[in-house]
């Protein structure tokens, strides 16, 4: 029997079909291009940080090639930072100044986003900070830019989180109602854990925030950072084990990867993965039933840079050949032969082989169940032999590993 978690209030039908989105880090922070969280880490204030707000102009941003460049490798959502940690917002907010209208780049520059991708035919989510490094009100704690400045935090101990409570609550309206449908909430993230001041549920008032999303946009998706629960659980920057589970239940999940370690672009950053490992971790994930959200952290100058193309690219050339094994499959019942990953879509079942055997690749339980084979990308036979005794079927590949960066061999079954 496949695996189907629970129903939840949102509708997550298209989403655990869809399998692969776009994650789009994009703010101020492209700027100093040494992490989207350089603000806490290298302590900086308001004042200081001020240079990137004035500084932002990004004349090179077409939404529209953003959106093609996702559409071609595969990506079927994105979901974008509306608001990261350091509280400057990417539309043009009624409720503060701190927004790209005011920047040099002079517009609201969400807008053409959303309408880009929509248009070619990509479902579209809103990533929206909890945190706020730059809101009067948000109270001074332990991952604050300036948590140890004792003079500031003096100064600024009176600051009222119900305050800031009601401008979160109040953007998450503009953002629900100036920009269509929205298919994804993704908010981030709670932390009422930490010693020093840390925040959660009740610090964001999620209950009644999680209600006004719910009747201003019935079927959203809201992920699980609110620490109340929601529709799909979100592990960052891991493979899990197997598939996810909340309370001993398996449910819908994400896995969020970033290219190369950052979210926000990274310019000195080496650590980008190869477009090997990444088809490998798509494959991986939907293997055990999740999501791949795959982030880009453009430029200041609104640009994706070469890397990031590169792999978006290299992706999408192993997609267009197999994507078969990917959207609407999901975990397989079945077992993987060594050095494989399987996954399933009714009556077909995909071998993605991570190392290449020589000659033969043998799988278990497999005799008497196998109507025809296949290698996907170019629809050659593949013969096989079947050892009825044992149950073991043995699959004749060529010496020569088919060129492709993870090879598929599609089992039609009885
Ligand atoms: C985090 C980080 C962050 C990133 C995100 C993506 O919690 O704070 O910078 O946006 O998760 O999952």
Redesign the pocket.
Known sequence: MAIKPEATAGNTDWFIHDRFGL?I?WGLYALPARH??VKNRERIPDSTYQKYFEHFDPDLYDPKEWAKAAKKAGMKYFVV?TK??EGFCLWDSKLTDYKATNTPAGRDLLKPMVEAFREEGLKIGF?HSLIDWHHPEFPVDGIHPQRDDKEFREKEKDRDITKYAEYLHKQTRELLTQFGKIDIIWF??SYSGMADNGKGKDDWQSEKLLDMVRELMPGIIVNDRLEIGGDIK?P?QVQPREWVKVDGKPVVWEA?QTLNGS?GYDRDNLDWKSVELLVQMLIDTVSKGGNLLLNVGPTGRGYFDPKAIDRLEGIGEWMKYNSRSIYGASQSEFTAPVDCRLTQNGDRLYIHVFAWPFKQLHMEGMAGKIKYAQLLHDASEVRYSENMDNGMVSFNLPVQRPDVVVPVIELFLK
């Open positions: 994650f880090h989207e969280w930072t990261h940690h990533y981030d993230f979100t960052e969020c979210w």
